[in-house]
Nanobody, 126 residues
Framework: QVQLVESGGGLVQAGDSLRLSCVAS????????MGWFRQTPGKEREFVAG????????IYADAVKGRFTISRDNTKSMVYLQMNSLNPEDTAVYYC???????????????????WGQGTQVTVSS
């Protein structure tokens, strides 16, 4: 069993930056793909960014490409999401996720991920 806990969310103004963190515990996760998703009320959970086991490949949703950066530190079982140039459309609950099935690929659909954190709220005011 794996537990994922996100932190770093908050209320910011448009143009500001935030850094989300996700720590994994319970089992080693350094061999598996991890990702960030986000969700707003009434909408499906959407892919934001993903990273392979060693950070060798990263994938981003078009909406965040060039503004967000995903990274990981396997020595600390941590995954990060650096978010720059935030805008109100980025307002959502952000979730960290782990996929047991993938190591060198980054799936962009939520059902390919097996463990999820509880989410952290990001609110961007205009």
């Amino acid at each position: 069993q794996v537990q994922l806990v996100e932190s770093g969310g908050g209320l910011v103004q448009a143009g500001d930056s935030l850094r989300l963190s996700c720590v994994a515990s319970g089992r080693p996760v350094d061999s598996y793909t991890m990702g960030w998703f986000r969700q707003t009320p009434g909408k499906e959970r959407e892919f934001v960014a993903g990273i392979t086991w060693n950070g060798g490949r990263t994938i981003y949703a078009d909406a965040v490409k060039g503004r967000f950066t995903i990274s990981r530190d396997n020595t600390k079982s941590m995954v990060y999401l650096q978010m720059n140039s935030l805008n109100p459309e980025d307002t959502a609950v952000y979730y960290c996720a782990l996929s047991w099935k993938w190591q060198v690929q980054v799936p962009i659909v939520s059902n390919e991920y097996d463990y999820w954190g509880q989410g952290t709220q990001v609110t961007v005011s205009s």
